[in-house]
């Protein structure tokens, strides 16, 4: 038993430190809690054998391993994707023909970072989580509780649900990658993962230096606001205190909307966050019910991808 508690302890401290610093997991969290699983078991059948440096006996208790899932309210979806002006003509036909509302379209600029959740009970930040596969998620508040741009309360006591992007600035992410060089670290290959790495961290404190940021885009449960355009409804997420992003700008038709993707391909080197694309969606919240969703995806909405 003490050969098999030493390899078990070796392995352990190996593989977490391997998580932890250079999030590059060696094994699989299954293996991991296997082999954790073990050594607990050993330890109890040989007390004398408990040593305080042992992984089991760490400050806070077991190591966690991974994160608890969280099911979703309701589904986090994905957008439909236009690669060109003619997509677009396609998709505002096929909105004029699904209502007989007026239609004009909320430009938004599609940030490349990783989707999350956060709610609030009585205007307190509770539960963050991960998208996941759209249902089910990682929750990970804590990590997302050292987020500066995410606040902890609301300026007003709402129970609410917000969605958006977590992304880490370009500048963030080439300091992080000169320290991560010079210590000999593998480096992240681009913002996006640089977050998701980071989201994935069980240790809170590494996630504080990571300088994450958010940018919201879409309120869950729209009841709990008195907007009736998605504008409105993001002039209302500013007002409780929570990031949107600014860039953003109504459009009566297509050529307003291409003029945006125009524009922001043009100053798309010189933001200080990656995006990948434009949303546009319908702005009238009334409208988007009426067009309602298909299963995967809201049919008021479509993501203009600009070309790789
Ligand atoms: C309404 O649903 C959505 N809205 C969005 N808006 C922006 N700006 N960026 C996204 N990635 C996004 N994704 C989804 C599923």
Not at 225 to 252: F, K, M, P, V, Y
Request: hydrophobic share 40%; net charge negative.
């Amino acid at each position: 038993a003490v050969l098999r508690i030493e390899e078990l302890r070796k392995d352990l401290d190996k593989w977490n430190t391997a998580y932890n610093d250079a999030d590059q997991p060696l094994v699989e969290d299954h293996i991991f809690d296997k082999a954790y699983a073990e050594l607990v078991a050993l330890e109890a059948a040989y007390p004398e054998l408990v040593t305080p440096d042992s992984i089991t006996q760490r400050v806070g208790g077991a190591i966690s391993t991974g994160f608890t899932k969280v099911t979703h309210d309701s589904p986090m979806l994905s957008l439909g994707n236009a690669f060109n002006k003619e997509d677009l003509e396609a998709f505002d036909k096929r909105i004029r023909k699904l209502t007989e509302l007026p239609i004009e379209y909320m430009c938004e600029l599609k940030i490349d970072g990783l989707a999350v959740s956060l709610k609030y009970e009585n205007g307190r930040f509770v539960q963050g989580a991960t998208r996941g596969d759209g249902r089910i998620g990682e929750e990970i508040t804590a990590n997302l509780n050292t987020v500066k741009s995410i606040p902890r309360r609301l300026a007003q006591p709402l129970t609410i649900e917000v969605r958006g992007e977590c992304y880490m600035p370009k500048t963030s992410f080439a300091e992080l990658n000169r320290v991560r060089e010079e210590n000999g670290h593998e480096v992240f290959a681009n913002p996006r993962n640089a977050a998701a790495g980071s989201l994935r961290q069980l240790d809170t404190k590494v996630v504080a230096e990571r300088n994450l940021s958010t940018f919201l885009y879409s309120v869950a449960d729209l009841g709990s606001l008195s907007a009736t355009t998605q504008s409105g409804a993001l002039d209302e997420l500013d007002r409780l205190g929570l990031t949107t992003n600014h860039e953003r700008r109504i459009c009566q038709n297509v050529a307003e909307i291409w003029e945006f993707v125009q524009e922001f391909q043009e100053k798309r080197p010189h933001l200080d966050y990656e995006i990948d694309g434009i949303v546009i969606k319908v702005n009238s919240l009334q409208a988007q019910q009426e067009i309602g969703y298909t299963v995967k995806a809201p049919r008021w909405a479509i993501a203009y991808k600009f070309p790789a």
